[in-house]
C-alpha cells in the first residue's frame, strides 16, 4: 500500500514536518499522531475528515484533533492518505466538548465522535473501496450549490448519464461520497473477467473502474468471490446489463423499486442476495427535503404572566448562564420559547431546542415551524442517516440557524450559539444509556452552553431534584410560570382505591367504578380519554396455577413478557421470543395465567367494557415505524379515537382540546420501583400525563388508581405542592447520600462466566476502594438483572464528595485501573463500563 502513495510524500527533510493528532472511531484512549504529507499540508486543519490507516489492514475516517510539529516517540508516524473534503467537518469547539465530554463520562474521545457524527460523515472500516490519494483537486466546472440539482435533474431526464458527465457535475470528490461506491464497486467484480462477454456498456464501465481503483489485489478477491457462485455471477451481469447506472432503482428516494427489477427479468431477493453478501451496495442518493418555506411574520401576544416570566429570564440571564423555567402544564412555555429563539437569532445567535425523544413530532414542532419556517432544522432519531447528514450541514453552511432535536443535536456543528433551550428538562430520556458516551444531554448541554459563552433554559412543569436545588443554591436563575394559559384549568384529582373496590366486587378488569363511570361520561359527552400505564405487552409474565412456574429469558435474569399479538413471550432486554406453551414444561398443567397488567390487556379490558368506543394504543410496540407515533396522534387528535392507552409516550407534550379524562391505571407500580429517584419519578409522570386533561374551556378529571391512597405523595401530587414534595424527599437524599448531594459512578463487569465476572469486578472493586478520595464505596453486588445477552453482571457504585477534585481524581484512578486489569490473563474478555450519573 504504501508504494501505492510512494510519490506523494516529499522526503526533503529541510522543512518542519507537520504532524496532526487524530480522532479514530476506536475505542482507545487517545488520539493517534500522523504526518501530514507536503502536498495538503495547505488544505488541512483542525476539525478535517482525513482517511488513514490504522493497524495494519484497516482504513479509517478520523478527525483532526491537534496540529503540530512534534513527532510521536514511541512509533513512526505514518502519512495521511487523504483528506476527504476542502472544509472543517468539526470546529474546534465542538473538538472542545467531545473533549469534555469523554473525560466526565470516562470513555474514549473516538467513542463520542462515534456518537457525534452521523454515520454517512464516517466511511465504514469495512469499506472495501480504497481510497485514491492522486486526485486532489475539485475538477467540476459547475458551482458547488448547483451540482446536486444538475445531477437530479439528469436523474429525472436521461436514461443514463455517462461517468464524465458525472463526473463534471459532482466534481471528482463529491462522486467519491455519493457516485463512486455505486459505479465502481458493481464494475470491480465483473473486471477482466467478463470484459470479452459483455457488451461495450459494461467494458467502458468496467474501464473507469479500473483506472479508480488500483489495488489489484482487492479487485482478485472480490472476483474469487464471485466466481465461485455462479448463480451469483449471473444475477449480476444481468443487474449490470439491464439496469442503467444511474437510474438504479436504489436512487428512487423511496428505496428498492420492485417494477425497474421486475422489468428487467430480476427478482429483489435475489439482488438482495448480493446485497447481504456484499457485493453490490444498497443506498440511497440524497434529495433534499428542504422545503423553502418562510417563516410567518405574525405578531406574538404574550400573556401579561408570560410577559412577566419573559422579562425575569432576560433579567437573570445577565447574571445567571442557567435559568430554570418553572411553568406549570398548558402555561404556555411554547410561546415563551418562541419569543426568545426570535430574539436571539435576531441577535445572529444560533439556537438549540433539546426535546425528549418521543415529543418532537408534536403541536411544538408544528408551531415552531410555522413561526420559522425553513430556517429551523429537526433532527430527530427516527430520521435516515442522509436526513441528519443533511441538518449537519444545515447547520454547516449556516442554512440552519435554529435546531429542534433529540439529545444527539447537541453533537451538530454550531459555532455561535447564542441559546440552548430544554424542554421537559426533568425527562430521563435525555440519558443515554448505551453505547458510550452515557450522558445525559440536559447537563451537557448546558456544558455546550458554556463553551459558547451562551444561555441555557431549562423548562418543566416538575423540574428534576437536581435543577431545582441548583435553582435553590442559587447557581441557576429560577422564574415561575404558574398558571395556565386562557381560561384553562388545572384539573381535578381523584384517588380510586383499588383494594376497596375488589372487596365489594367492583373492581372489573382492574378498572374501579369511578374510572369506568368517568369514562362512560366523558364518551357519551364525545370526550377523549387517556389511560396510562407504564408497561408494554399484555401481561408482565404468565405463570402456572399450580405449579408456579414463571418462564424466563434463555439469556438473561428475566421473566419474559407476554404479547398477545402473535401469542408470544418476548424478553425486553434482549428481544428473544418463544411461543407461548400449551402446557406448563414444569408439571404439565394446562392452568397457565397471564399476571399483571400491560398496555395491551388494558386495550383488549376497554374493548370489553365500552364495546361501542373506538380505542388505540400508544407504545414502543406501536410506533417502530417512522411515522407510526404520528400518524396515531393525528388519528386521535382528529377524533378518530376516543380512548388512548398508553406508555409514558402519552405523558408529554400532547396537547388535544377533548381530553378529559385522565385515568392512571396503577400509581403505585411508579412508586415501588427500586430506585431512589422513584418518588420524584411518580410526582413527574403522574402530574405530567394529568396535565395532558382539560387543556381549554373544561376542567379535566384524572383518576388515580391505588391500593394505597393514604400516601403523602398523592396529596402533593394533588395540590400541585411541588416544593413541600421536594423538600420532604430531599431529607431523604441527604440522610442516605443520594444526588444531588453527592455524585455517583457505577461501574458494571461483565463477562460470560459468572466466576470471571465476578472476580474482575471484586478485584476492581479492591482496587477502587484505596483510592483516595472521600467517597462511600457499595458492592460488588449482582446486578438488579444479572445476567443480560448471556453476559453476568456485577456492580460497584461509588458515591463522591462534590467538593474539591474528589471526582476528578477518582475518575482518573478508575480508568488507569480498568486498563490495567484488562491486561490481566485471567479477566480477558472482561468488560468494564462507567456510567457517572446513572439513572
Ligand atoms: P406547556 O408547554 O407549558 O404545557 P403550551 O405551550 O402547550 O403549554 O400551551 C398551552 C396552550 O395554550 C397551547 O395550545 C398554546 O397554543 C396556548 N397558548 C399559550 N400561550 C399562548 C399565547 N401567548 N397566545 C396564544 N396561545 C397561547
Ligand atoms: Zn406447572
Ligand atoms: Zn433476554
Not at 594 to 610: H, K, N, Q, W
Request: glycine share 6%; aromatic share 10%.
Amino acid at each position: 500500500m504504501e508504494s501505492l502513495f510512494g510519490d506523494l510524500y516529499d522526503t526533503d527533510d529541510s522543512k518542519t514536518n507537520l504532524f496532526a493528532d487524530i480522532i479514530l472511531p476506536v475505542p482507545i484512549p487517545k488520539m493517534f499522531t500522523y504526518k501530514i504529507p507536503r502536498n495538503l499540508s495547505e488544505d488541512i486543519g483542525i476539525g478535517f475528515r482525513v482517511i488513514v490507516q490504522f493497524g495494519k489492514k484497516k482504513v479509517l475516517t478520523g478527525i483532526i484533533g491537534k496540529v503540530h510539529q512534534k513527532p510521536p516517540v514511541a512509533y513512526e508516524a505514518k502519512p495521511i492518505l487523504d483528506i476527504l473534503d476542502n472544509h472543517a467537518t468539526v470546529n474546534p469547539l465542538q473538538i472542545r466538548f467531545w473533549a469534555w465530554m469523554s473525560e466526565y463520562y470516562c470513555c474514549h474521545i473516538g467513542e463520542v465522535m462515534n456518537a457525534a457524527l452521523p454515520s454517512g460523515l464516517k466511511l465504514s472500516s469495512e469499506s472495501k473501496i480504497q481510497i485514491n490519494p492522486t486526485y486532489d483537486s475539485d475538477t467540476s466546472p459547475y458551482p458547488l450549490d448547483d451540482r446536486e440539482e444538475i445531477l437530479l435533474q439528469a436523474l429525472a431526464n436521461k436514461e443514463e448519464m455517462s461517468y464524465e458527465d458525472c463526473e463534471a457535475v459532482l466534481g471528482i470528490k463529491s462522486i467519491h461520497g455519493i457516485i463512486k461506491s455505486l459505479v465502481i464497486k458493481e464494475a470491480i467484480l465483473v473486471f477482466e473477467q467478463v470484459k470479452e462477454k459483455y457488451s461495450p456498456k459494461v467494458e467502458s464501465r468496467i474501464r473507469l473502474a479500473k483506472e479508480y481503483v488500483q489495488d489489484k489485489s482487492l479487485l482478485e478477491t472480490l472476483f474469487n468471490e464471485i466466481a465461485s457462485k455462479p448463480k451469483q455471477e449471473e444475477i449480476l451481469l444481468k443487474y449490470l446489463q439491464e439496469i442503467p447506472v444511474y437510474k438504479k432503482p436504489e436512487l428512487n428516494q423511496k428505496g428498492l423499486d420492485k417494477k425497474v427489477f421486475t422489468d428487467a427479468g430480476l427478482s429483489v431477493s435475489s439482488l438482495k442476495t448480493l446485497i447481504k453478501n456484499g457485493i453490490l451496495e444498497e443506498y440511497k442518493i440524497i434529495i433534499s427535503r428542504f422545503e423553502e418555506m418562510e417563516g410567518s411574520e405574525e405578531q406574538i401576544v404574550l400573556s401579561p404572566q408570560q410577559l412577566t416570566a419573559q422579562q425575569e429570564i432576560k433579567t437573570q440571564f445577565e447574571e445567571k448562564n442557567t435559568v430554570l423555567l418553572h411553568g406549570i402544564t398548558g402555561s404556555g412555555k411554547t410561546e415563551l420559547y418562541v419569543t426568545l429563539i426570535k430574539e436571539a437569532m435576531e441577535g445572529g445567535s444560533q439556537v438549540l431546542l433539546l426535546l425528549p425523544e418521543i415529543a418532537l413530532t408534536t403541536h411544538m414542532v408544528g408551531r415552531l415551524r410555522q413561526v420559522f419556517g425553513s430556517k429551523m432544522g429537526v433532527y430527530h432519531s427516527k430520521y435516515s442517516d442522509n436526513e441528519r447528514v443533511e441538518v449537519w450541514n444545515g447547520v454547516l453552511s449556516g442554512k440552519l440557524s435554529f435546531v429542534i432535536g433529540v439529545r444527539s443535536s447537541i453533537f451538530l456543528p454550531f459555532d455561535s450559539l447564542g441559546l440552548v433551550i430544554v424542554d421537559e428538562e426533568h425527562e430521563s430520556s435525555y440519558k443515554q444509556y448505551d453505547p458510550a458516551p452515557r450522558f445525559q444531554a440536559r447537563d451537557a448541554a448546558i456544558m455546550l452552553s458554556w463553551i459558547h459563552q451562551a444561555k441555557t433554559l431549562l423548562g418543566s412543569a416538575t423540574p428534576s431534584f437536581e435543577s431545582y436545588y441548583n435553582a435553590r443554591l442559587k447557581k441557576y436563575g429560577y422564574v415561575a410560570l404558574d398558571i395556565r394559559y386562557g381560561e384553562a384549568q388545572l384539573p381535578e384529582y381523584q384517588l380510586a382505591d383499588m383494594l376497596v373496590d375488589k372487596k365489594k366486587n367492583l373492581l372489573k378488569l382492574e378498572f374501579t367504578r369511578l374510572l369506568r363511570e368517568k369514562i362512560q361520561e366523558a364518551l357519551k359527552n364525545q370526550e377523549q380519554v387517556l389511560i396510562f400505564q407504564n408497561r408494554r405487552g399484555y401481561a408482565p409474565y404468565i405463570s402456572c396455577e399450580d405449579c408456579g412456574w414463571i418462564p424466563e429469558c434463555e439469556h438473561c435474569d428475566v421473566s419474559l413478557t407476554y404479547h398477545q399479538f402473535g401469542e408470544e413471550m418476548r424478553c425486553h432486554y434482549c428481544g428473544f421470543k418463544e411461543k407461548v406453551p400449551h402446557v406448563c414444561p414444569a408439571c404439565g398443567s394446562n392452568k397457565l395465567s397471564a399476571v399483571g397488567l400491560g398496555t395491551e390487556r388494558i386495550e383488549e379490558s376497554l374493548s370489553l367494557l365500552f364495546p361501542e368506543a373506538r380505542i388505540a394504543r400508544m407504545d414502543l410496540d406501536t410506533t417502530r415505524s417512522k411515522y407510526g407515533y404520528q400518524r396515531l396522534l393525528e388519528d386521535f387528535g382528529g377524533g378518530n379515537v376516543d380512548i388512548l392507552v398508553g406508555t409514558q409516550m402519552i405523558t408529554k407534550g400532547l396537547d388535544f382540546d377533548r381530553v378529559t379524562v385522565v385515568g392512571i391505571m396503577d400509581a403505585d407500580r411508579i412508586l415501588y420501583f427500586p430506585d431512589f429517584r422513584a418518588g420524584e419519578r411518580a410526582f413527574q409522570q403522574i402530574t405530567q400525563v394529568a396535565g395532558r386533561a382539560g387543556r381549554r374551556d373544561k376542567r379535566g378529571t384524572v383518576i388515580i388508581q391505588t391500593r394505597k391512597p393514604e400516601q403523602a405523595i398523592f396529596g402533593q401530587i394533588m395540590s400541585g405542592d411541588y416544593k413541600n414534595f421536594y423538600v420532604q424527599e430531599m431529607g431523604e437524599r441527604q440522610r442516605f447520600f443520594y444526588p444531588p448531594f453527592v455524585k455517583i459512578i457505577k461501574v458494571t463487569t461483565r463477562h460470560k462466566d459468572y466466576k470471571t465476572a465476578e472476580r474482575a469486578a471484586r478485584s476492581l472493586h479492591n482496587l477502587l476502594s484505596e483510592i483516595q478520595v472521600k467517597k462511600i464505596l457499595l458492592g460488588p453486588e449482582k446486578g438488579l438483572v444479572g445476567k443480560i445477552k448471556n453476559q453476568y453482571i456485577f456492580e460497584s457504585i461509588a458515591k463522591l464528595d462534590k467538593s474539591g477534585n474528589a471526582q476528578a481524581h477518582f475518575k482518573l484512578e478508575l480508568q488507569h485501573l480498568m486498563e490495567e486489569l484488562q491486561t490481566h490473563k485471567e479477566f480477558r474478555g472482561v468488560r468494564f463500563v462507567v456510567d457517572v450519573d446513572p439513572y
